[in-house]
Nanobody, 122 residues
């Protein structure tokens, strides 16, 4: 009953910019950490960036200084602003959220979006 829907992927030239968004809906009491992961064909899924409910951020070394993660708590939405894109950034980008579904829940669950394709090519 929890769904994460991503949008904003597409084709961009090297050096260009793109912003992807992810909105959570359904049975949600509290969203804790939200993040972005990516996976290229034949490669392992890797963490890109995370942001806590308090606004603390963490980035993979490969994207530091180029990507910015942010969130709108009122809209249950997380964003990833990607600047100075490189061909090696090409991947399917997945949204992740740590969610407490109900006030009575005893633990949090991780949920994933369907992924959005980001292709960086000239």
């Amino acid at each position: 009953q929890v769904q994460l829907v991503e949008s904003g992927g597409g084709l961009v030239q090297p050096g260009g910019s793109l912003r992807v968004s992810c909105t959570a809906s359904g049975s949600i009491f509290i969203i804790y950490t939200m993040g972005w992961y990516r996976q290229a064909p034949g490669k392992q899924r890797e963490l890109v960036a995370t942001v806590t409910s308090g606004g603390s951020t963490n980035y993979a070394d490969s994207v530091k200084g180029r990507f910015t993660i942010s969130r709108d708590n009122a809209k249950n939405t997380v964003f990833l602003q990607m600047n100075s894109l490189k061909p090696e950034d090409t991947a399917v980008y997945y949204c992740n959220a740590e969610i407490q579904k109900y006030i009575t829940s005893k633990w949090n669950d991780d949920y994933w979006g369907q992924g959005t394709q980001v292709t960086v090519s000239s």
